[in-house]
């Protein structure tokens, strides 16, 4: 009875921590203490690749935001500076318009964007992703004397 427990405690664990996974697992632990110590040494394995996955994970996320910012900001140095020019273009036209034309009333000045350029700052989706630990542990608890099957 005892066991039955434990392996429903497990199956549940594993499908809390595994998130929406396709597949559910049933874990029967070995019968003996050795092969239960082992467990453990998964167990504490398992939540190292996981905490190792999650800290690179957090790392590219936030390198990936860094690299978002400097690219939006460049994105909008060169809108001003292309916007910049033109007006400058634009004025040196209107006023060569208005020294040498014949009618100065069909003298106008170019328009210019006023609305910002399309810059955009990157989203950084950038999840762990746990299945490898996932899949080391099942291996390791098999490799224990456990048994590990797929739940229908």
Aim: with cysteine; aromatic share 8%; hydrophobic share 25%.
């Amino acid at each position: 009875m005892a066991y039955l427990k434990i392996t429903v405690l497990i199956v549940l664990l594993t499908s809390v921590f595994t998130g929406c996974s396709s597949k559910t697992y049933a874990f029967k632990a070995p019968a003996s203490a050795e092969g239960k110590k082992c467990i453990k040494t998964c167990h504490i394995d398992k939540k190292s690749c996981k905490e190792t996955e999650r800290k690179e994970k957090l790392a590219e996320k936030k390198e990936c935001q860094k690299q978002s910012k400097l690219d939006y900001k460049e994105c909008q140095n060169e809108f001003k500076a292309v916007n910049s020019e033109c007006e400058a273009e634009s004025e040196a036209d209107y006023v060569a318009c208005l020294k040498y034309a014949d009618n100065r009333k069909t003298c106008k000045k170019k328009k210019c964007s006023t609305n910002k350029m399309k810059c955009k700052k990157s989203n950084c989706f950038i999840n762990p992703n746990y299945k490898l630990c996932e899949a080391d542990y099942r291996e390791c608890y098999t490799n224990c004397g456990g048994k590990v099957s797929v739940v229908e």
